[in-house]
Each structure stands twice: as C-alpha cells, then as structure tokens.
C-alpha cells in the first residue's frame, strides 16, 4: 500500500524562515521543502531524505539563510509522509 503524502503551507516573514525551516527538518517526517516568495513564485525547493543531517544541511541552511535576507515575506511549502 502506497504512503500517503501529506502537503501543507506556512506563511512566514523573511526573518522568521530560518527557525522554521530548521523546526521542520527536526521534525523528520518532511520529505520536500519549497519556498515560494509572496508571488507565488518558487525561489527554491530541496528534497529531503531519511537520515539527512550535520555537513550535508548546512548548504541548504545557508541558502535559506540568504534568501530570509532578501524576502520579506515568503511561504514555505511541506510534502511530508
């Protein structure tokens, strides 16, 4: 039987992205993460697999980092299991 994908959308402002994101990531049940700016337009989507963590997040981090700099208000697409 195929596993059910939940979706879900937050709106945060740019200085709130980084605390949410990385909240997500310990949560452990999120498989995609997309950032969306106010348009609706994607700025960035990452997936994330089990077991993801430390050395290999800390791009992905650093790119939500810069983009909660440059946005004011964004959405934060989840696809979790």
Not at 6 to 27: P, T
Not at 44 to 69: H, K, N, R, S
């Amino acid at each position: 039987m195929p596993s059910k994908k939940k979706n879900e959308s937050f709106k945060v402002k740019g200085e709130e992205l980084l605390k949410k994101i990385k909240e997500l990531i310990a949560e452990g049940n999120v498989r995609k993460i997309i950032i969306k700016d106010k348009k609706d337009k994607i700025i960035v989507e990452f997936p994330l697999t089990i077991g993801v963590f430390g050395a290999v997040l800390a791009p992905v981090l650093a790119a939500v980092g810069a983009i909660a700099a440059l946005v004011s208000e964004c959405t934060i697409s989840v696809e979790r299991n």
